[in-house]
T-cell receptor, first 114, second 115 residues
Framework: AQSVTQLDSQVPVFEEAPVELRCNYSSSVSVYLFWYVQYPNQGLQLLLKYLSGSTLVESINGFEAEFNKSQTSFHLRKPSVHISDTAEYFCAVTLSGNTGKLIFGQGTTLQVKP | ETGVTQSPTHLIKTRGQQVTLRCSSQSGHNTVSWYQQALGQGPQFIFQYYREEENGRGNFPPRFSGLQFPNYSSELNVNALELDDSALYLC??????????????FGSGTRLTVV
């Protein structure tokens, strides 16, 4: 069975500092990988995704994630965070060829402090 | 884009009661999925509907059921509510095919509390 583990439940960081949110997955078949962000009282928004090709994917607001097949990881990074990045971040996988059912990790709360 | 609208936003029910949660999908989206997000946890897949038929189900008992209508709206019904059903219920719509690539639009959810 597939599963997703987010290794940190909370990550406090100061504004303009770099951050890494860790995600590991387990699957015996090919997967697609995603990061979603959830701001307070809002639904989930797709931040970035890995389907195939380049293992480094980027979002429009400065986040990036790298797919590492050998380590079964898809860590999310940002070189300099803003207060507005404070949110809950979810790593998710779906099986390629599946109906699109998403399997989520437990979530990581990113707390950016001034 | 009209987005995904869920109603009600908050709901309190008594154990043993039945509840219906509603979702209005983004216009043109023929696939809708429902997720349960318990406090402090990631969302868990309940089921997916495509063209008004169930198209995949997670590890949830039969008392969780759904409907999808031709006007892109859908319902999640839960019978015989239990305390553990207390959670945020998320609706996500997509065009078939795009759902595989994470192309979901999520609603803000319905917060259900069972007492």
């Amino acid at each position: 069975a597939q599963s997703v583990t987010q290794l940190d439940s909370q990550v406090p960081v100061f504004e303009e500092a770099p951050v890494e949110l860790r995600c590991n997955y387990s699957s015996s078949v090919s997967v697609y990988l995603f990061w979603y962000v959830q701001y307070p009282n809002q639904g989930l928004q797709l931040l970035l995704k890995y389907l195939s090709g380049s293992t480094l994917v980027e979002s429009i607001n400065g986040f990036e994630a790298e797919f590492n097949k050998s380590q079964t990881s898809f860590h999310l990074r940002k070189p300099s965070v803003h207060i507005s990045d404070t949110a809950e971040y979810f790593c998710a996988v779906t099986l390629s060829g599946n109906t699109g059912k998403l399997i989520f990790g437990q979530g990581t709360t990113l707390q950016v402090k001034p | 884009e009209t987005g995904v609208t869920q109603s009600p936003t908050h709901l309190i029910k008594t154990r043993g009661q039945q509840v219906t949660l509603r979702c209005s999908s983004q216009s043109g989206h023929n696939t809708v999925s429902w997720y349960q997000q318990a406090l402090g946890q990631g969302p868990q897949f309940i089921f997916q509907y495509y063209r008004e038929e169930e198209n995949g189900r997670g590890n949830f008992p039969p008392r969780f059921s759904g409907l999808q209508f031709p006007n892109y709206s859908s319902e999640l019904n839960v019978n015989a509510l239990e305390l553990d059903d207390s959670a945020l219920y998320l609706c996500a719509s997509s065009l078939a095919g795009r759902s595989l690539m994470g192309g979901y639009t999520f609603g803000s959810g319905t917060r259900l509390t069972v007492v």
